[in-house]
């Protein structure tokens, strides 16, 4: 969906929301393999996102339980995806009660390898970047210089 998003021309609330009805009409889940903690988890994927602060854009907590500070990332899976479960996410988005809402499972790690059936798009910080089948995800601690 980032890709589309990218399309769309402009940015905002309303466009992600056209967005995001159409291509739910359109989206297969792909099978992916996760590797983290020692753990190993196969399952569909509908949307895959890894998180160290609480919201996308637009006030939209896909991690409301993230916390900037505690060197993990917060993976957020969701599967399959029928309609109810849709809502179910889209309200716990807007509410910030994704965990409780059944529409998510969440685990923290500070780095993550991913295999996927077939590419998946994704986005740093709301930009698209590419389509990819295996990659890694980690955390650098401290890699950030900030100039005040």
Known sequence: MSKMFARAGTRGLSTYVKVALREYRRYQPTPIEVELNDQHLET????????????????AYIAPRADIQD????????????WPRAVRV?????LGTLPTSGGAVYHTSCH?????????GFHVDGDYVTDETDFVVS?????LEVAV
Not at 44 to 59: P, R, T, W
């Open 112 to 120: 993550i390898t991913v295999k996927a059936a077939r590419p998946l």
């Open 44 to 59: 569909n994927c509908y949307v895959l996102a890894f998180a160290n602060a609480a919201q996308y854009g637009n006030n």
């Open 90 to 94: 889209g309200l716990g988005l807007a």
């Open 139 to 143: 955390l650098a601690p401290l890699a």
């Open 71 to 82: 060197g993990l990332l917060d993976l957020c899976l969701i599967d399959g995806l029928s």
